[in-house]
């Protein structure tokens, strides 16, 4: 077991809620992906998703932003509110809402341009900036989120696709920063990187809780023990089990996620 | 039994050393060795006749780049001028004129020759309308000594260019007579005669059957030209709007299923029927003028727009999804993760499509026979648009139109076109591999 002392000292400051989902199913055309999840997403907080493979993490958490929408054979039902408004609701433009809920892939996915570029091409296109020195400062800001801007300061010019994986993941939560969302969904951000990455990656996730609600899906138990103060375990397509972090890995109520952080399943 | 082989087996495995090879083993060795010397073989096969088709090519073609004049110092008078003009056939009268003062000329270099008109008209071409021409347009030259360079006639042409022998012209020949022969080459050591790159044959416009050596391909190279224009400005909006829309947004159900499947069938119609399809739909329905290259234009770009189509989808579709995973993660819309990102990384590839389509194009002469786009030319359309719906003649079509006339002089000239025609084409390739390098983006 975990019994890791910092992590159960570790504060969990109980936050308004930011992501409600209530009853949410996911089919891919027949298969029954997720079965009726209920979860309270706080704001302000580092949530971690973990679970083996196929559990249906990722699938939820992208049907948080409706990336799912892109795939034609996938249907959701159930609510997911954010900030208590509906986001499947009809009214609902994606866009806005992708805007407001960023999100980081599990393969580091720059665009093929220079690295200004991919940092400024969200804000351009929601009309962050006025003039050009704006978007000179909200680049900057964002590379510094970003834990990246004093590796590249002086090669805003380069492709970002030249970058060292562990520089292109920054970079990609950069990018997803710069358009200042309220959420921020990564989607096992760390398992294309190495070690030395992966823990550069961490502390900034750790940073960007200040401003942020992130929900992460990993596959580390380790990495969702030292960056997330609340935890949601995945079994099958269901919700078993979610609580504070400290709780899950020191205490867990329901078996199968004892089981599964003591590595008998998964 | 066998147990006891059972038991054998695992204490005294096969020792086997690793320089003796097995049989198993030198088969599958000799199988390989095989398949290389195949494929060798393929490739020799293929660029023997690559060469073989090139030397033929070129053997035949290069000829129809030079040609047989006549340079000859002419002085008309202004009465002459006045004379001719009042005849009834005066391209008759110029030529009497051209052919006197090649007489006379001939007399004063001390060449041996039938000095008679019918004689000498056997050696030139038909040159009254050249002289004419030329009169016309400066009538300030009367009564000055003008040297004309005019096309000789066509046997004395083939004569120099080695396709006439000397042993096949008999005195029975209307066009040529053996001592001909013997006039042209004191002619050509007299400075009379000479062979000069033909420029008249890359810019000229087509001539009668009577004028084989006066025949350029300028006209029918613009007709092309033209068509191509009406197929890139049709066939590539078209094609890449069709592309992006399939690919991108339309939903994957068995309609889109079956028109993906038509176009792909489409690709694969035999062009002709393209041109039935253009001669019913383009010209007896919608009354567009025949021979022109708009119509030509038109049924080409119905050919070319499924080889677009593919291209393009194919080259949407190597798109990586993470890229516009990317563009959605930060709030693009479809639209503009489309147009700002994945149309960029495919362009390409759609151009590459797109050259290759018109490659394609340029080449197909099945269609434009069906339409009559084997026009008689004699002149350049004046205006752009006159270009596109008056008659005109492609260069496919104009290579096939010269092969049917009976002049050899046509068919070394068809030889020529297809030089013409092969480097456009390789032009086209050459430009569509170096974009498709100058663009290629790795990521």
Known sequence: ?266 | MTDATAAAAPTNPAKSSLLAVNDRIRRRNAAEARFKYYGLAAIIVGLLSLVILLTAILSNGIPAFQRTVVQLEVTVTPEEYEAAEGTLFKTKEYEALFVGALSATLENAGIDADLSSDALERLVGKVGNNLRAFYRENEDQLGQPVTFEVPAASRIDRYFKGTLAVENITAENRFIQPADVDVAEAMMEAGLMATVFDWNFITGVDTGVDNPGGAGIGASVLGSFLMMFVVLVLALPIGVAASIYLEEFAPKNRFTDLIEVNISNLAAVPSIVFGILGLAVFIQFMHLPQSAPLVGGLVLTLMTLPTIIIATRASLKAVPPSIRDAALGVGASKMQAVFHHVLPLAAPGILTGTIIGLAQALGETAPLLLIGMVGFVARYPETFMGGLEGPNSALPAQIYNWVSRSDAVFTEKAWGGIIILLVFLLTMNIIAILLRRRFERRW
């Open chain 1, 1 to 266: 077991m975990y019994d890791d002392a910092r992590l159960i000292e570790r504060n969990v400051a109980t936050m308004d809620t930011k992501i409600s989902a209530k009853g949410v199913d996911v089919f891919y055309a027949d298969t029954h992906a997720i079965k009726d999840v209920n979860v309270e997403i706080e704001d302000k907080t580092v949530t971690a998703f973990i679970g083996p493979s196929g559990c249906g993490k990722s699938t939820f958490l992208r049907c948080i932003n409706r990336m799912n929408d892109t795939i034609d054979i996938c249907r959701v039902t159930g609510d997911i509110l954010l900030d208590g408004e509906d986001i499947n609701d009809k009214r609902v433009d994606p866009v806005q809402l992708r805007a407001k809920v960023g999100m980081v892939f599990q393969k580091p996915n720059p665009f093929p341009k220079s690295i200004y570029d991919n940092i400024a091409y969200g804000p351009r296109i929601h009309g962050l900036a006025k003039n050009k020195a704006e978007l000179d400062d909200i680049v900057e800001k964002s590379l510094r989120r970003g834990a990246i801007w004093d590796e590249v300061k002086d090669r805003l010019d380069a492709p970002g696709t030249g970058l060292s994986g562990g520089q292109q993941q920054r970079l990609c939560i950069a990018r997803a920063v710069a358009t200042e969302p309220e959420v921020l969904l990564m989607d096992e951000p760390c398992s294309a990187l190495d070690p030395i990455a992966t823990g550069q990656v961490e502390e900034l996730i750790d940073e960007l809780r200040l401003n942020f609600s992130v929900v992460i899906v990993t596959h580390s138990m380790q990495q969702a023990a030292r960056v997330s103060q609340k935890t949601a375990f995945f079994h099958l397509g269901s919700l078993v089990e979610y609580g504070d972090t400290g709780q899950i890995f020191t205490n867990p109520v329901d078996p199968r996620t004892e089981s599964y952080i003591t590595g008998r399943i998964g």
